[in-house]
Nanobody, 124 residues
Framework: QVQLVESGGGTVQAGGSLRLSCAASGGSFRTVAMGWFRQAAGENREFVAAISSDGGRTHVVDSVKGRFAISRDNAKHTVFLQMNSLKPDDTAVYYC?????????????????WGQGTQVTVSS
């Protein structure tokens, strides 16, 4: 059974940076695509970024393009989300997700397993 554990969340002032990590265990990390989603209070979970199994292809939602970057270290079974120039609108619980194919997608239902989430709060 694959498990995902997110870390790196916290409270930061607007304009600051955070780096989220998601450590995977129990599966073949090198063959799975990974994604990050977020859910603000009272809102639906939304796509943020995704990366293919080999790291060669990434997708990022337009609202964070140029500020957020997704990457992965297959040797360490970890995927990262570097978040710069944070805004109060970025406040949400951030979830890591994986799917049992190499191809990254933006679609919530394409993902097979999820982490518990990590809170990111951006103060103005």
């Amino acid at each position: 059974q694959v498990q995902l554990v997110e870390s790196g969340g916290g409270t930061v002032q607007a304009g600051g940076s955070l780096r989220l990590s998601c450590a995977a265990s129990g599966g073949s990390f090198r063959t799975v695509a990974m994604g990050w989603f977020r859910q603000a209070a009272g809102e639906n979970r939304e796509f943020v970024a995704a990366i293919s199994s080999d790291g060669g292809r990434t997708h990022v939602v337009d609202s964070v393009k140029g500020r957020f970057a997704i990457s992965r270290d297959n040797a360490k079974h970890t995927v990262f989300l570097q978040m710069n120039s944070l805004k109060p609108d970025d406040t949400a619980v951030y979830y890591c997700a994986g799917r049992f194919t190499p191809v990254a997608t933006r679609v919530f239902d394409d993902y097979d397993y999820w982490g518990q989430g990590t809170q990111v709060t951006v103060s103005s």
